[in-house]
């Protein structure tokens, strides 16, 4: 019989190759390219632009290595749908977004990362709802209102948690991830350097929000919709 293809891993594996790939053009890169203020035009990347994209790089490939250790570790099965979601996400805002300058060459490029972002999020967090009842299938009996606004709730946490840690690396290393830098060289300051961040946790929300209620129609009335989606445990032998 012909092996199945893996489509979820396999797509992992090339956006894998992808970032690894990213990583070893920047680092050339980051050795040939002016610093700040030597004869620089506002359009052209410096050394920072391009520890920010090794950053995201790295940070990448550390992410697409994490589903597989956690289905190790903790025992559970992602679906390759998720997967693939998860892995598209990465390729969009780490090499289109960052290595392929979409953030500012695509409108709204990052509007719709972080929309999507927070519906992603908040199918995990439905997931863990489930799990954390330690049940393999989605119940009649467990509260339609309460996964919902679990899910939700879960979903907006972790992009707050998320615009935290571009705050903080902003600060650390000089880099632009809240983009209160214009590509023109222009410092934003006031209501103008706030709205890249505000926009971020907007949509974060109305992604989180149309997963919560689509979650819920499914609970409350068995659609069935989300259960594609949900991680579930791998079943021991005896």
């Not at 606004?149 to 290393?173: M, P, S």
Request: charged share 15%.
């Amino acid at each position: 019989m012909k092996k199945r293809i893996d489509w979820g891993k396999a797509v992992a594996t090339s956006v894998f190759v992808t970032l690894l790939i990213s990583a070893a053009y920047v680092i050339i890169m980051i050795i040939f390219s002016p610093s700040t203020g030597e004869n620089v035009l506002p359009s052209d990347r410096t050394k920072s632009d391009y520890v920010l994209m090794l950053l995201q790089c790295v940070m990448g490939m550390l992410a697409m290595l994490l589903p597989g250790f956690i289905e190790h570790k903790v025992k559970i099965i992602i679906p390759s749908r998720m997967l693939i979601m998860y892995a598209l996400f990465l390729y969009a805002s780490i090499y289109l977004g960052d290595v392929r300058n979409f953030y500012y060459t695509i409108p709204h490029w990052d509007t719709i990362l972080h929309t999507f972002s927070g519906g992603m999020l908040g199918a995990l967090g439905f997931s863990l709802a489930i799990l954390l009842n330690d049940i393999d299938k989605v119940p009649i009996q467990l509260n339609a209102s309460f996964v919902a606004i679990f899910t939700f709730c879960f979903a907006v946490t972790l992009g707050v948690v998320w615009e935290i840690y571009e705050y903080t690396f902003d600060g650390l290393l000089g880099l632009n991830m809240q983009k209160y830098i214009t590509q023109s060289g222009e410092i934003l300051v006031g209501r103008a350097a706030l709205a890249d961040t505000m926009k971020d946790l907007i949509v974060d929300c109305a992604g989180a929000f149309v997963i919560s209620i689509s979650g819920y129609i499914s609970l409350k009335y068995k659609k069935g919709w989300v259960e594609r989606l949900l991680l579930k445990r791998k079943k021991t032998g005896i």
